[in-house]
Structure formats: structure tokens, C-alpha cells
């Protein structure tokens, strides 16, 4: 028995327990056992609020940066905050803090702990639920949640319902999509709507059974639904899908008969069907058409149009669209302005693209490599260098540029002879932590061969070595016929030595030396005699 223990004189031991602060004893006598409940926990954050209520709680779970620490903030607001009781919004945000950091497997302890609070929840959070299994690839997930809600007291409805179909839709699940739809009423207690139509018919659109999708069409006004522009639209990039644009238009012609509008992405799919038939012509009438009825282009319009231009060498409508496209504040994506560019390029028109580039800077669409490194490809194929140079050094950005961007202006460096500046590249290139590859290694080497200085050839090889960059035919090839021409066939039983010590060396470079460097059958045999015996263990 302990008696009359103050915090001072408790034992050294207990002081390795994690996170554990004393505060003073009373004088009673009482076992060690007992103390215990007598210390706080040590919040997870400083400044833990005195008075602790849910929306508090759940600003600082989604305030919080670090998944671990929002997690043990949730858990010690429950475990030792005096009064502190979860409700449903709480563990809503958890979960929602954890949906968004793609931890699911820490969900189901959540989820239980839920279930057993007896707390009255609502069907949002399993729709988050959902629908976050539909992006990231688990459609049996999805599913098992929804018929798990009833087990939460929660009634399934109609929004859940679309949530999973849609979540099936993404991940290929057509024939799942037709078998829910079919029981929803009588094995899941749901009524479908409009929407849930449309999702079914996009399903069937999808299998490429537009047969039945005609006949859900059909059935939707005895089942109490109105078909909409939506369910037309459907239907109609079914009929894209199958390259029937007759049909296409025929289903476009029946949403004008209705006295429907159709909206941009009508116009879009059909514009789309026509592009992909390389019918041009037919798509830009459907886009007058669309603009002619005060229907905008989107996004996506502009791109189909914008890739049907630069597919058919139109590079100057495929300027003026990309232009206006910009200054609708629609930011084209990084594989869109590289065609336009590429295209422009392509008919010799690389000032043009080079002022296009800067137009886009200035409306603030943020250039990357892709785009740089067409640039900087097509000036250094005119050989102007400089002015690639000049770009390059144009774009600042926190982040380093990729190999590739580097390897095509050190390549172009390296065309023209400018070795020094090919070599301040490379230093600037590692300095920023991005590393060279095989054809980084590849031009170095045959800019020094081109202008008669093979021999430090053989230690940009020697530094590929060290790398573990395996260098390949190519490699050799140029190494061993730029020592040939500047007479240092010396040097070439060295180039061999060194790939044998490597122990790396693949078949076609064998043939190569073979078939250059041992063929002389007066003095290959000795050749090969020699540097068999240097490399013999």
C-alpha cells in the first residue's frame, strides 16, 4: 500500500507512459492502480479549446493538414474531453476528411463506431460514400454501402439510388446498372425518377444496345416520367458511338419536334460524330447552327474543334478559335496548345507560335514542359537555338523542367556546335535534381565526336557507367566511329574493355563489335585474344 504521495515523489517508471501528465493526489492511501484516472491526456494540438462543441471540433478536423492528426483530434474530443459527446455532423466530417485522402480502410472502424452510437444520421454521407467508391474504381463498395444504409436507421431514396447507378456507369458495371434499375422498388423499397432513366438509358447507350435503350424510351411515360433534352442527348451520343450519324441526326431532329432546345452538349456530341468521320465541314454547320440559336461553346467544344482544325493543316481557324476560346476565360489544356503550336510549326510558322505562346502567358494560362518543349523542338530544328535558349530561359518556375525539355535543347546545342553551352545546360539540368538518361548521354557524346573530340567521348561513357545508365548500340556506334575518324582507333579495345567490365552489355552491341571492330580476321583474332585476357577474372 502507497500512502501520502505528492506528483514530485511519484515512481520514475510511470513517467515512460506516452502523453500522460500528472496532476496532485490527494494524501488517502491507495494502490498504484488507482492513480491512474487521475491524469489528463495530453491534447493531440496546442491550444485545445476549453469549451469544446461539434462545429469547433469539426473546424479543426477540416482545418487540419495531417490525416494521422485530424484523426486523433476526432478520437481524443470523444476519449478525454470532459462532456464531449459525438454527433452525426462529426463524424461526417471525419469521414469526408478521410473520402478526400483516400484512406477507406480506416472508414469501416468509423462506420461501426457510427452504427453503434444510435445516432440519427442522414443519407448524405452515404452518398459521399458512393460516390467516392465510383472514382476511384471500387463499384462493389459502392454498392455494398448502399445496402448498408437501412442498417443506419436511414430510409434509402432515389438520390442514393442515382449515386450507385452513376457509380456503376463509371467503372463499366452496364448489366449491373439494367438489374438494379429492374429491382429498385421491390428489392431496395426506391422509386426511381427521370434521372434514374436517363443513367439506365446512358448504361445501354454505353453497351452499344440502343434497341433497348429505344424501349426504356418508350416505357418512360407509362412509368409516370417525361423524357427530357438530357435523355435525347443520350441516345443520340449512343448513335455517335456507333458511327450512325444518320440516326444521329434523326434523334436531333426529333428534340426540335418536341420544341426542345438542345443545349451545348447536344451540339458538342454531334459536332464530335462528324469530326470523328472527318467531316469538318459537317461540324462547323453544326457549330453556326448552335451560335446562330444563342447556344455558347464550352470547353469541350472548343476542343473538338480546335484538334478537327490542326488534324486537317488548318492552323490559322485553329488559331482564331483557340483565341477566342481564351478570352471566353476557358483555359485550354496543355495537350490542346501543343497541337495548335505543333501544327503552326508544321508550316514553317514558328514565329507565330512562338507570339501565340506569349498571347497565352498573358491571359495567365500557366505554360508547362510539353508545350516549352515543342517550342523549343521546332526552333532548334530551324536552328535557331538562341532564340530557344532566350524561351527556355523565359520560363520561371519553382519546379524543374523535365528531361525531356532538356535533352531536346542540349540536342539542339549540340547540332550547331555549341558544346559549352550544351555543357551549362547539363550542369543546370542536375543541379535542379533532374537526372540525364541514355539519350541526355547519347547527344553530349556525339556533339564531341562531331566536332573531332571523341576521345572525351569515352568519359561521358565512363560516367554512364557510374550512373547505371546502360548505355545501348547507338552509344557505341557513335563513340567508336567518332574515334575512327579522328584516329584514335587505340582507343577502341578501351571502349570495349570498359562495356565487358560492366558486365551489362546487350546483344547488338556485341554484334557491333564484332562485325566493326574484330572483322579483320588478320588482326581481329589478337584483338580479341587481348581484351578477353584484360577482362578474364
Known amino acids: ?20 501528465t500528472a496532476i496532485p493526489f490527494s494524501t488517502s492511501t491507495s494502490s498504484a492502480f488507482d492513480f491512474l484516472p487521475s491524469y489528463t491526456v495530453t491534447p ?29 483530434i476526432f478520437h481524443h474530443a470523444s476519449k478525454y474531453h470532459p462532456g464531449f459527446h459525438h454527433n452525426y455532423h462529426t463524424y461526417h466530417a471525419i469521414i469526408r476528411r478521410l473520402l478526400r485522402s483516400r484512406a477507406f480502410h ?62 456503376l456507369v463509371q467503372n463499366h458495371e452496364y448489366k449491373l446498372v439494367h438489374s438494379v434499375f429492374r429491382n429498385c422498388r421491390e428489392g431496395f ?76 452538349t447536344t451540339y458538342t456530341i454531334l459536332m464530335d460524330g462528324y469530326v470523328k468521320q472527318g467531316k469538318l465541314v459537317e461540324a462547323i454547320k453544326v457549330m453556326d447552327e448552335m451560335e446562330d440559336n444563342g447556344v455558347g461553346a464550352n470547353e469541350v467544344t472548343y476542343g473538338v474543334m480546335i484538334e478537327a482544325y490542326c488534324k486537317e493543316k488548318k492552323s ?13 476565360r476557358y483555359i485550354p489544356s496543355s495537350g490542346l496548345c501543343c497541337k495548335v503550336i ?10 507565330d507560335a512562338c507570339e501565340l505562346w506569349k498571347r497565352l502567358l498573358k491571359k495567365n494560362c500557366t505554360p508547362d514542359d510539353a508545350v516549352l518543349g515543342t517550342l523549343i523542338y521546332w526552333l532548334c530544328k530551324k536552328g535557331e537555338v538562341w532564340e530557344a535558349r532566350k524561351l527556355f530561359d523565359q520560363l520561371e518556375t519553382s519546379e524543374p523542367l523535365d528531361v525531356m525539355t532538356y535533352n531536346v535543347l542540349i540536342s539542339g546545342m549540340c547540332e550547331v556546335g555549341e558544346l559549352c553551352e550544351a555543357g551549362r545546360l547539363w550542369d543546370d539540368m542536375v543541379e535542379k535534381g533532374c537526372s540525364p538518361n541514355s539519350f541526355t548521354y547519347n547527344v553530349l557524346l556525339k556533339g564531341f565526336c562531331k566536332i573531332g573530340k571523341a576521345k572525351k567521348g569515352i568519359r ?33 579495345t578501351r571502349v570495349i574493355s570498359m562495356a565487358m567490365s560492366s558486365g551489362d552489355i546487350d546483344s547488338d552491341s556485341w554484334d557491333l563489335f564484332l562485325t566493326k571492330v574484330v572483322g579483320d580476321l588478320d588482326t581481329g583474332e589478337s584483338v580479341l585474344n587481348r581484351i578477353l585476357l584484360e577482362n578474364a577474372d
Open 1 to 20: 500500500m502507497f500512502t501520502g504521495f505528492t506528483p514530485c515523489c511519484f515512481p520514475k517508471p510511470f513517467s515512460l507512459l506516452h502523453s500522460i
Open 44 to 72: 493531440p494540438i496546442e491550444n485545445w479549446p476549453h469549451h469544446l462543441h461539434p462545429k469547433r471540433l469539426i473546424f479543426l478536423i477540416t482545418r487540419e493538414p495531417k490525416l494521422d492528426l485530424a484523426l486523433r
Open 106 to 167: 480506416l472508414i469501416d472502424p468509423l462506420l461501426s463506431d457510427l452504427r453503434g452510437s444510435n445516432l440519427r444520421c442522414s443519407e448524405d454521407l452515404f452518398i459521399s460514400l458512393i460516390r467516392n467508391y465510383g472514382v476511384v474504381s471500387r463499384p462493389k463498395l459502392a454498392f455494398k454501402t448502399f445496402l448498408t444504409i437501412p442498417k443506419f436507421g436511414v430510409q434509402r431514396s432515389v438520390r442514393s439510388l442515382n449515386a450507385l447507378l452513376n457509380a
Open 189 to 264: 423499397g426506391v422509386a426511381p425518377n427521370v434521372f434514374s432513366c436517363n443513367i439506365l438509358i446512358k448504361a445501354l447507350c454505353k453497351r452499344n444496345d440502343l434497341e433497348t435503350a429505344h424501349q426504356v424510351l418508350d416505357e418512360m411515360p407509362a412509368m409516370g416520367f417525361v423524357p427530357n433534352v438530357v435523355t435525347f442527348t443520350t441516345i443520340l451520343g449512343g448513335y455517335v458511338s456507333r458511327r450512325d450519324m444518320v440516326g444521329a441526326k434523326r434523334v436531333f431532329g426529333e428534340i426540335l419536334d418536341r420544341g426542345w432546345f438542345p443545349d451545348v
Open 316 to 328: 490559322g481557324e485553329a488559331v482564331n478559335l483557340l483565341d477566342d476560346m481564351v478570352e471566353k
Open 342 to 351: 505543333d501544327v503552326l510549326c508544321c508550316e514553317g510558322k514558328v514565329k
Open 460 to 492: 561521358i561513357l565512363d560516367e554512364m557507367f557510374e550512373k547505371g545508365c546502360l548505355p545501348n548500340k547507338s552509344t557505341y556506334a557513335m563513340l567508336i566511329e567518332g574515334l575512327c575518324d579522328s584516329g584514335e582507333e587505340a582507343e577502341i
